[in-house]
């Protein structure tokens, strides 16, 4: 495991001596099913409201620092007033944000790990103590009861629906008792909400729940990880937080103006989201036959997938076919698996006619070429 230096080690925070510097480590490959972003090219409506948008903003100003346009946009849209929006660059600044203000020494969070692996890290940038109320380890779903229980004494419960890497989501009963338990605040995470089945969204519970917060993002189903742009809806006093602890320019201009064309364009991406649900259901049925693969069931644009020597076969895969997927097999609960992000249907077939041939066939033992 990587390092600081001893100089370094001694100079930074104690509670940081032990953080691995960045890996830049990427390997450019001709398909890339990593990172859960939306592989369809940006629909050529939005493209052009995109392009137009970018050209039509002045550098030479500060940004405004609530993005107020895009505010105004994201709550029509949500059903919420402005003053219960706030945008941040991507949903990880408003993750770590949340971690920095209702964090901190002697307080806790609550996760259901297996999940997204940040909350951990900005919890511990944080000081704050994780309280992890496991998964199942077959099924990967969480036990409502041991949850709620741990909301009880919590801080800071995050959940994630739909959950990344397990693909479930969580029961909207359920997200309510947690909301009524926890005396802290309740982060749901919907990073993947737009793939899930309708009616599955925490959202309505805001009406009755002044301890919600729900997080989004343009990262995924918007196909616009590259514009970092993510956004909370909460009561008006969270947001209030939210927006005086933040960098108050970490949204630029030319991001501020490319989501609000994103987001005025949002039935364009409705095809698009509809075609990476059909492709998930028919990748989830045709890995799930390949023998000795397992798949759980998924509502995000990804596949967790189990099978023997993972970690080799996601190696070769990236190797011999210059595909990557993400090794999870060193993760606590992940033993042997891999997540697979769900992209177009010609790299969909890529992948499945790789893993036929190293996996169904036994050509695990062989060397690699
Ligand atoms: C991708 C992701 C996010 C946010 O990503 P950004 O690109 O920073 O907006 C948040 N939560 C989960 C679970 C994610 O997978």
Redesign the pocket.
């Known amino acids: 495991m990587a390092q600081l230096s001893e100089r370094m080690r001694a100079l930074v925070q104690p509670h940081l001596a032990d953080i691995e510097p960045y890996d830049p480590n990427f390997t450019p490959t001709r398909i890339n099913l990593s ?2 972003e939306n592989t369809y090219p940006l629909p050529a409506p939005v493209h052009d409201a995109v392009v137009s948008a970018l050209a039509a903003t002045p550098l030479n100003r500060y940004p405004d620092p609530m993005s107020d346009e895009l505010r105004g946009e994201l709550a029509a849209w949500h059903g919420v007033a402005p003053e219960q929006v706030c945008v ?8 770590y944000n949340f971690l920095l203000a209702f964090g901190g020494a002697g307080r806790t969070l609550v996760t259901c790990p297996p ?2 692996s ?1 909350y951990a890290f900005f919890a511990s940038l944080a000081q704050t103590d994780v309280v992890r109320v496991w998964r199942d380890a077959d099924t990967m779903r969480v036990d409502a009861a041991s949850l709620v229980e741990a909301a009880q004494q919590a801080h800071m419960v995050i959940l ?1 629906s739909p ?2 890497p397990t693909g479930d989501v969580l029961e909207r009963d359920l997200i309510a008792r947690v909301c009524a338990a926890c005396p802290g605040l309740v982060m749901v ?1 919907e ?2 909400g737009e793939f899930a089945d309708a009616g599955t969204t925490a959202e309505p519970l805001l009406a009755c729940h002044d301890n919600l917060v729900v ?1 989004h ?4 189903a918007f196909g616009s ?1 590259g514009i ?3 956004y909370v809806l909460a009561a008006p006093d969270i947001i209030e937080v939210f927006a005086a602890i933040r960098q108050i320019y970490s949204v630029n201009v030319l991001t501020q103006a490319a989501a609000v064309a994103a987001v005025r364009s949002r039935a364009v991406f409705e095809p698009v989201v509809e075609t990476i649900r059909a492709e998930r259901e028919r990748m989830a049925a045709a890995l799930g036959s390949i023998p000795g693969v397992r798949v759980w069931p998924s509502q995000g644009n990804f596949l967790l997938v189990r099978m023997a020597e993972a970690s080799r076969v996601r190696a070769r895969l990236r190797d011999e076919y210059s595909i990557l997927v993400r090794d999870f097999s060193y993760a606590p609960g992940l033993a042997d698996c891999l997540r697979i992000t769900v992209g177009t249907p010609e790299e969909n077939n890529a992948v499945l006619h790789a893993l036929e041939q190293l996996v169904a066939y036994g050509s695990l033992g062989k060397e690699t070429r």
């Open positions: 990172a859960n941040g660059n991507g949903g990880d600044e408003l993750l999940d997204f940040e994630t959950n990344n995470d990073a993947y997080l993002t343009l990262s995924k990880a970092r742009c993510g």
